[in-house]
């Protein structure tokens, strides 16, 4: 996508940011299993009162692992590609979010980003009214999705996805069976360790409760941009607080991670002052421009 643009930053930048770590990975992926772990016993600790923000707080951490499933998929976490795969699949399960089937998804998302043809996140288009908006808020529509494609890999057919190449259908099928598995497997564990009640109030709650903010975040990355292979303009950069960087592993500097994907997250702050200058779209915060899109929005 950079050619698309032209060249921004040199070869031999692109070559230095573009180095891994793996200790940076781990730093953060610890950072994220604290905070996962932390809500969670503010959920074990909390009573009638307390329990449904508690289960949100926990749901919103959960949720935001989206951002290591994301930075594994482009091996950028980890030098080395098993632990980005073993890394993201255990992280994507929660979310029902296979992560086999995802990089291709996601890979052709890369490839042909704001493409209406062929572009896999424009297969549902953003929101054109308030209803629509809503709709998609409160993740109504993920939650089918990931339901559909789990029955389709336990039904071994993903011909309904075009963007899998035949060659990788048979492993994604494997990797879909094999979560649902883990899943069962993990919540028969954690009923019989805790008590019934368990996945309901540290997984499938959180999760319900915790999704449509995800959902709030992922509608600025390239919605009212351009519909084009311009990736100065076609992909939105966001400037937040520390806190949201943090959570979601430096994504909201999403315009230069679509120009260079090999840059891990730990470097994106550093693309982001080298290129900033010649960013087309930039957004100071994600509240700010939701109040924006909504008003375009048609009753």
């Not at 908006?133 to 789990?150: D, E, I, K, S």
Request: glycine share 6%; proline share 6%.
């Amino acid at each position: 996508m950079a050619s698309a643009s032209g060249r921004i930053l040199t070869g031999a930048e692109v070559k230095a940011l573009s180095r891994r770590s793996d200790l940076r990975g781990a730093m953060r992926l610890g950072a994220h299993v604290l905070m996962l772990a932390g809500s969670g016993w503010l959920v074990w600790r909390s009573g009638p009162w307390t329990l449904v923000p508690a289960m949100l707080l926990l749901g919103i951490v959960q949720s935001a692992l989206f951002a290591p499933i994301h930075e594994t998929i482009h091996l950028t976490a980890f030098r080395s590609r098993g632990a980005n795969a073993v890394t993201g699949w255990l992280v994507a399960c929660p979310s029902l979010l296979n992560w086999h089937f995802y990089t291709a998804f996601h890979l052709a998302h890369h490839r042909h980003t704001q493409d209406p043809e062929r572009d896999p996140e424009l297969a549902l288009m953003p929101p054109s009214t308030l209803d629509a908006y809503v709709w998609r808020v409160l993740a109504l529509p993920y939650w089918r999705t990931r339901l559909q494609v789990a029955w389709a890999g336990l039904r071994g057919d993903l011909s309904a996805y075009p963007f899998i190449p035949e060659r990788a259908a048979p492993r994604i099928i494997r990797s879909l069976r094999a979560m649902c598995a883990f899943l069962l497997a993990v919540s028969a564990l954690a009923m019989v360790l805790v008590g019934w009640w368990a996945p309901l109030v540290f997984w499938i709650g959180p999760q319900l409760l915790g999704q449509p903010f995800l959902r709030l975040y992922l509608l600025t990355e390239h919605t009212l941009c351009t519909m084009d292979d311009n990736g100065l303009t076609n992909t939105r950069t966001t400037l937040t607080n520390g806190l949201m960087r943090l959570l979601m592993w430096n994504m909201p500097f999403h315009t230069e991670h679509h120009l260079y994907p090999s840059i891990p997250f730990h470097r994106l702050p550093d693309a982001h002052r080298a290129m900033r200058a010649r960013l087309g779209v930039l957004q100071r915060g994600y509240a700010r421009w939701h109040v924006g899109f909504v008003r375009t929005l048609r009753a």
